[in-house]
């Protein structure tokens, strides 16, 4: 089956508009002989004459009627699709984002977020879902909007990213721990028990090699899968937590946090997207409302 060929549709709705080939063909800037033969593939297409001489003119025929008003419509909506999108009315918006963030992101920059959101879109509402791993498929289905995290070898090779701030580990403990007072050294940090966050059930980690290059290890009594629980069992007990600084700043209120006395590796934290949202008016404003919350 060969494909109509929709220019066709523009054409007619001049000619039935117009009444006149030489008309519709200075309004098309075409020339008389052109809408001629475009009226002639028309009559063809549509197995009806469409426009038939009455005296010095042309008259519609009924079945010229009848499509007179669906093909101005068609023809208009056309138009409306292919044309850029109109300008972001913030206060009119009305849309759900989903952000599928770490741990402890909502409870360190999602009060600002939400604030900024509702002063600028109050139409606008925030789903976030945990991560518990950095698998791209959420973003290619589109069940997830955008994301925040460290970009690994697991993110999909078209996923668009842009860097939201540094972060590096320290260590934190409850208010009166003996780490509380005078100088964290290696021996003293290693000889603390320790709360391990790992979503890969792993048993060490980064600064568990830090320590071994010291010839140091240090006692790991729980592992937890999330930082807000680290500090949380931290907060009440003798544990020790080793988290992100700026990624857990409000979840560490009340506690004391100190340099690692080890050296471990800076990190950078991003927002990462599907290409496919890349123009979309309502989803650029949203990453430059989260790159604006972070950079505070």
Same mark, same amino acid.
């Given at each position: ?13 001049? #000619? ?31 197995? *009806? ?26 023809? *208009? ?6 044309? @850029?999108?109109?300008?972001?009315? #913030? ?72 860097? #939201? ?62 930082? $807000? ?45 599907? @290409?496919?949202?890349?123009?979309? $008016? ?15």
């Amino acid at each position: 089956m060969s494909a109509p060929d929709f220019n066709l549709l523009a054409v007619l709705d001049v #000619l039935l508009a117009e009444g006149s080939v030489a008309r519709a063909a200075q309004r098309l800037r075409l020339s008389p002989s052109a809408m001629s033969r475009a009226l002639a593939r028309l009559r063809e297409t549509t197995g *009806d004459p469409l426009l038939v001489r009455a005296g010095r003119g042309l008259v519609p025929t009924p079945r010229a009627l009848e499509l007179r008003e669906r093909v101005g419509r068609l023809v *208009d909506e056309a138009r409306a699709v292919l044309r @850029p999108a109109e300008a972001l009315d #913030l206060k009119r918006l009305a849309r759900t984002f989903t952000l599928r963030t770490s741990d402890g992101f909502v409870e360190n920059f999602g009060p600002a977020l939400i604030a900024r959101l509702r002063d600028d879109a109050p139409g606008v509402r925030l789903r976030f879902v945990q991560k518990f791993n950095k698998e791209s498929t959420a973003l290619r289905d589109g069940t997830v909007d955008l994301e925040t995290g460290v970009v690994g070898d697991a993110t999909g090779p078209e996923v668009r990213t842009r860097a #939201l701030f540094r972060d590096r580990f320290v260590g934190v403990v409850r208010k009166g721990h003996r780490l509380a007072r005078g100088a964290v050294t290696p021996a003293r940090y290693a000889a603390g028990a320790h709360v391990l966050v790992s979503r890969r059930n792993a048993g060490t980690g980064p600064v568990d090699d830090a320590l071994q290059a010291l010839g140091l290890a240090r006692e790991i009594v729980t592992i937890v899968g999330g930082f $807000a629980a680290a500090l949380a069992l931290a907060r009440a007990s003798d544990l020790v937590a080793t988290v992100p600084e700026r990624h857990t700043g409000n979840l560490r209120a009340g506690m004391h946090s100190f340099a690692l006395p080890v050296t471990t590796r800076p990190f950078t934290v991003s927002m990462l997207w599907h @290409p496919r949202m890349d123009a979309d $008016a309502a989803h650029r404003w949203l990453r430059e409302c989260v790159r604006e919350v972070c950079a505070q």
